[in-house]
Structures are given as structure tokens and as C-alpha cells.
């Protein structure tokens, strides 16, 4: 078994991810010849049900259904269609997931099915359970568009199985592209210009008890994913190649030590890489940029700490990488604070 997904392999189902789009596309009177063109795709493959998808077909998809409907709303739609949708057993293990934690833990690992061009990470600190955003096959204009629909998803899915709703936060990066439909989705609790894509829900909130709670149902739809899927890697290259990096900090890296990890060439890693629309430097900088973010703002170290961390000589080149990566200095980066913020 190969120990990523790539761009060109075939594992997203038409009927689950894809589906929704087709059947939004539909419900506004949309051609589906338009809305298919590019993606190789014919209306009587996509009926059989046994349709097995790239995720460059799925992005095609993506880009003919913003042409053709391209109101601010579509991916908040979308999400709320999302779930629980034509998942099987990838979705039951939520489904009858005893509270919030479990939920959250089960999404987790079914992602690969549920979430299959972007990858959600999860992380803990004392306050909050995290979710964060990432590419997962490839580096794609889409990644906004995506993020909204996800988080609309994630948060309509445990917002109706929680007997309370819980009090998410929204980080996002950069300023609101549409306030309104933030507000009206995500309501007041969102924080812009954040450089980071991620939710986070008190910790004292995670035993919320689910109203599908079913401990036996869980176990087996748990055990039934994983058996549909020990074949099939759970990460796209771009995303393990992330977590690579992120597993050897604080050690210093270069393409030609990730290679010989990969059992590669450095020659065959830098073609990969280019194929997923990226660079070594950029998946560098890319998770060094967030684990200064991260270590700024929720464990507020020093900067001689962080320089040291990422591997720089002084703190004079963190700052001018850091204004690289983000556009401002680290000194602008103010911690998180748990206190309620409006766009």
C-alpha cells in the first residue's frame, strides 16, 4: 500500500462528495452538459452509482459549478447538503457517536472518505480542541471555496446531532471575502485576518452527549470503515508531505533528506511536487509559517525561542521570513483570545 494519494489516482466516489454538486447544479435548472464538460464524466457513469472519481475531475467540477452559479451562497449550500449524505459506513461511526469528542474523533478518521481534497488536522491545548484546514492532493485555487463549504458542513453535522449546539469559533485567514454569509452561517463568532484556517470549541464542551448515540452501531460502523478502507492511504501527497515536515521539526530538513525518507529521488520528489502544483520550499515555509502562528499565539513563546525552533540564525531573519510568509511582522500576531470577537 502506497502511503499517500496522488492527483491521478481514482478514489472519491461520484456519489458521495460529487454528488452534492450535481444535485445543487440540478435544483437550479443547470445544464448538465455545462456542468460536466472537462471532467470526463457521463450522466449514465455517474448514475450506475459505481463511479470512482480524480480528484482533478472533482476540481473540474468545482470550477464549472462556480461559472455557472456564482452567488456567494454556493458553498454554504453545499455544506449544509453535505452531510450525512451517501457516506455508508464512512459517516455512521459520527452518526452514532456517543458525544461531541467521539464525533469529532470518528470525522477524524474518516476523512479520507468524508473530506477528500482537504485535510483536517486536529489539535488540543488547554482551552480548545482544534480543527484545522490544508490542502490534501493538490495546492488549489479552490482551498477558500472549500473551506467554507467544509466548515459550513462540520458545524450543520454536530450542530444537529449535540443535544446543545456548541459555541464554535471560526479563524480564518485574511479579511471576509462576504461578511453576510459568515454571519448568517457561522454567526458572530468569527475571527478574520488570522492566518490560519481552523474551528475551535471549548474543551468543556466535548462530552455534549449525541442524540444518535448508539455505542454498538459506533463500533461497527468503525470496524466497517476500516475495512473498506486498509487499502487505501489516508493522506494526498501534498498533505503527507506536510505532516513529514512537520514530524521532523525541530530537526533542519532539505528536499534531499525527505526524499531519501520517501524511498525516492530528489529528481523524482521535485517532479512529484510540481505535479501537485507545488515546491519543496513552499510546503517548507508553508508549515513553518504555522507553527510559528501556532506557537505565537497559543503557547506564546519568545522569538529566540521560535527562531531556534524553525532553524534560524537570529531573530532579524525570522522577522523578514515571517513578513514573507504572512505579509506583517510576528509582532502583530496577538495571542487568541477567548473573548467575543465580531468581523
Given at each position: 500500500?502506497?502511503?499517500?494519494?496522488?492527483?491521478?489516482?481514482?478514489?472519491?466516489?461520484?456519489?458521495?462528495?460529487?454528488?452534492?454538486?450535481?444535485?445543487?447544479?440540478?435544483?437550479?435548472?443547470?445544464?448538465?452538459?455545462?456542468l460536466l464538460r472537462g471532467t470526463g464524466?457521463?450522466?449514465?457513469?455517474?448514475?450506475?452509482?459505481?463511479?470512482?472519481?480524480?480528484?482533478?475531475?472533482?476540481?473540474?467540477?468545482?470550477?464549472?459549478?462556480?461559472?455557472?452559479?456564482?452567488?456567494?451562497?454556493?458553498?454554504?449550500?453545499?455544506?449544509?447538503?453535505?452531510?450525512?449524505?451517501?457516506?455508508?459506513?464512512?459517516i455512521n461511526p459520527v452518526w452514532f457517536a456517543s458525544h461531541l469528542s467521539e464525533a469529532i474523533d470518528h470525522f477524524v478518521l474518516c476523512q479520507a472518505s468524508l473530506?477528500?481534497?482537504?485535510?483536517?488536522?486536529?489539535?488540543?491545548?488547554?482551552?480548545?480542541?482544534?480543527?484545522h484546514w490544508q490542502n490534501n492532493i493538490t495546492d488549489t485555487e479552490h482551498f477558500h471555496f472549500l473551506l467554507q463549504l467544509s466548515m459550513t458542513a462540520i458545524t450543520s453535522l454536530l450542530n444537529h446531532l449535540c443535544e446543545a449546539e456548541p459555541s464554535w469559533d471560526y479563524l480564518l485567514p485574511g479579511p471576509l471575502d462576504n461578511e453576510e454569509q459568515y454571519?448568517?452561517?457561522?454567526?458572530?463568532?468569527?475571527?478574520?485576518?488570522?492566518?490560519?484556517?481552523?474551528?475551535?470549541?471549548?474543551?468543556?464542551?466535548?462530552s455534549t452527549a449525541c442524540r444518535q448515540a448508539n455505542v454498538n452501531n459506533a463500533v461497527i460502523a468503525r470496524n466497517q470503515f476500516l475495512a473498506a478502507?486498509?487499502?487505501?492511504?489516508?493522506?494526498?501527497?501534498?498533505?503527507?508531505?506536510?505532516?513529514?515536515?512537520?514530524?521532523?521539526?525541530?530537526?533542519?530538513?532539505?528536499?534531499?533528506?525527505?526524499?531519501?525518507?520517501?524511498?525516492?529521488?530528489?529528481?523524482?520528489?521535485?517532479?512529484?511536487l510540481k505535479k501537485h502544483d507545488t515546491r519543496f520550499q513552499d510546503r517548507y515555509d508553508s508549515v513553518r509559517k504555522e507553527l510559528a502562528i501556532d506557537w505565537l499565539t497559543r503557547q506564546q513563546l519568545t522569538y529566540d525561542?521560535?527562531?531556534?525552533?524553525?532553524?534560524?540564525?537570529d531573530i532579524r531573519n525570522l522577522r523578514r521570513a515571517f513578513k514573507r510568509w504572512t505579509g506583517t511582522l510576528p509582532s502583530s500576531i496577538k495571542p487568541l483570545s477567548p473573548a467575543k470577537t465580531t468581523p
Open positions: 500500500m502506497l502511503a499517500w494519494i496522488e492527483r491521478e489516482e481514482r478514489y472519491v466516489p461520484a456519489h458521495q462528495f460529487p454528488a452534492v454538486i450535481i444535485e445543487l447544479a440540478q435544483s437550479r435548472n443547470t445544464d448538465m452538459d455545462k464524466v457521463f450522466w449514465e457513469d455517474y448514475l450506475s452509482g459505481e463511479l470512482i472519481l480524480k480528484p482533478d475531475q472533482c476540481l473540474q467540477l468545482i470550477t464549472n459549478l462556480r461559472r455557472l452559479l456564482p452567488g456567494n451562497d454556493i458553498p454554504y449550500l453545499l455544506g449544509h447538503r453535505l452531510y450525512p449524505g451517501n457516506f455508508g459506513a464512512s473530506s477528500p481534497l482537504l485535510h483536517i488536522r486536529k489539535s488540543v491545548d488547554p482551552d480548545y480542541l482544534y480543527l454571519q448568517v452561517n457561522f454567526g458572530s463568532r468569527v475571527f478574520a485576518n488570522q492566518h490560519i484556517a481552523a474551528m475551535r470549541v471549548p474543551r468543556s464542551q466535548l478502507w486498509s487499502q487505501q492511504p489516508p493522506l494526498g501527497f501534498v498533505a503527507y508531505i506536510d505532516q513529514c515536515i512537520r514530524t521532523h521539526l525541530p530537526h533542519q530538513l532539505t528536499l534531499e533528506v525527505l526524499a531519501e525518507q520517501l524511498c525516492i529521488s530528489p529528481a523524482t520528489l521535485k517532479r512529484k525561542e521560535i527562531a531556534e525552533r524553525l532553524h534560524f540564525h
